[in-house]
């Protein structure tokens, strides 16, 4: 394709004006004497040859530089040079406010690229200290444990000896409750301290979402608190860990009958959101203050007199595992919504199925 720079592209609207004008002339004055005539066209080629002469030097001297700067500029910025300035950017004209708005585009790409570095390097800190408290909670879960399974043997043993009637059973049955939690925070422990990969397979959400409603309707029968289930029939097999999932959801459930003080309900409802499958959990609880929503998803963050802080961090690592995100919404006095997104389709299951 043949290519022509910029000064033979304005040249050509003006030499075919120019040359339909001498067409034009000499029309015009076909009766005139030949000598006569061809002092006229002298004179008129003169005038057409010093009219492109002047605009081409107005070109040159308004127009080049600024293409020519513009081209070294960008040259430099794709060599990752962002503190350039464009020298024309001053100028009152068309050309000015285009360098106005390329200068103003670098400094938004310097920005965006001095935050990008200030995340990655947010990141790559976070990282290690989650990697230096894993290591850490591993170790304490390994201590732990041991002991542990040895205090709840004894209790057990000791139960067997003690009385029906003794007064001391109902000691035992407080201890077997807090052995009974203090697993649950170490299991939680090293939940966070070494993730596991979800185990992806087509399985109903529905139905997963079924048992873990049913679980924690056997937290509230003796309270005034309703569980609702509303189920999409219409949603298609989604590509999830069962049980991973019941447990981000259980524990979700949990923490909205737990946020109810007297009578209230929790609704869990599925749905459909583009390619990801959607499950609602709201309460009519006490809501979760604006200060502390930022913060909810960190490990060991909590608001609550016996919470560990790692419920929340866990359900949002499951979900991310899955592709999906987490959202909260939530109104003191008035209750919380939690809202998970998880694709249909995994798309590492999907990348397997191309190759």
Request: charged share 25%; aromatic share 4%; net charge neutral.
């Amino acid at each position: 394709m043949l290519r022509l720079n910029w000064q033979a592209k304005a040249m050509l609207p003006v030499a075919v004006v120019l040359g339909n004008g001498l067409l034009l002339f000499l029309l015009a004055t076909s009766a005139v004497a030949d000598s006569e005539r061809r002092a006229v066209l002298m004179v008129a080629a003169a005038g057409a040859i010093i009219i492109c002469g002047v605009f081409l030097l107005m070109l040159a001297l308004i127009v080049r530089p600024p293409i020519r700067e513009l081209q070294e500029k960008i040259a430099r910025v794709r060599s990752g040079d962002l503190s350039i300035t464009l020298d024309f950017a001053n100028r009152n004209d068309e050309i000015g406010d285009l360098g106005k708005a390329f200068t103003q585009m670098i400094g938004e790409l310097r920005e965006s690229r001095e935050e990008i570095q200030r995340l990655h390097r947010t990141q790559m800190s976070r990282a290690e200290h989650l990697a230096t408290l894993g290591e850490l909670a591993a170790g304490l879960a390994h201590e732990i444990r041991n002991p542990l399974a040895g205090i709840a043997g004894a209790v057990e043993v000791i139960g067997c000896d003690l009385p029906a009637d003794s007064p001391a059973r109902n000691v035992l049955k407080d201890v077997r409750q807090e052995t009974q939690r203090i697993g649950r925070i170490v299991s939680d422990l090293l939940e966070t301290a070494r993730p596991r990969p979800p185990e992806l397979r087509s399985a109903d959400l529905n139905a997963t979402a079924e048992h873990a409603v049913l679980f924690a309707r056997q937290q509230v029968l003796s309270r005034p608190i309703e569980v609702q289930l509303i189920k999409d029939e219409t949603l298609p097999l989604v590509e999830h860990d069962t049980n991973q999932i019941h447990q981000v959801l259980l524990n979700l459930l949990l923490n909205a009958i737990q946020a109810i003080k007297e009578k209230g309900t929790v609704r869990v409802e599925l749905g459909r959101e583009d390619s990801f499958a959607m499950v609602s959990i709201s309460d009519t609880g006490i809501g979760i203050a604006s200060k502390h929503l930022p913060n909810i998803f960190r490990p060991f963050y909590t608001t609550k007199t016996r919470g560990t802080g790692l419920g929340l961090s866990l359900a949002r690592r499951i979900i991310e595992d899955h592709g999906g995100r987490i959202a909260v919404n939530s109104c003191p006095d008035v209750g919380s919504e939690f809202t998970l997104l998880i694709p249909l389709n995994h798309p590492a299951a999907q990348a397997a199925g191309s190759e």
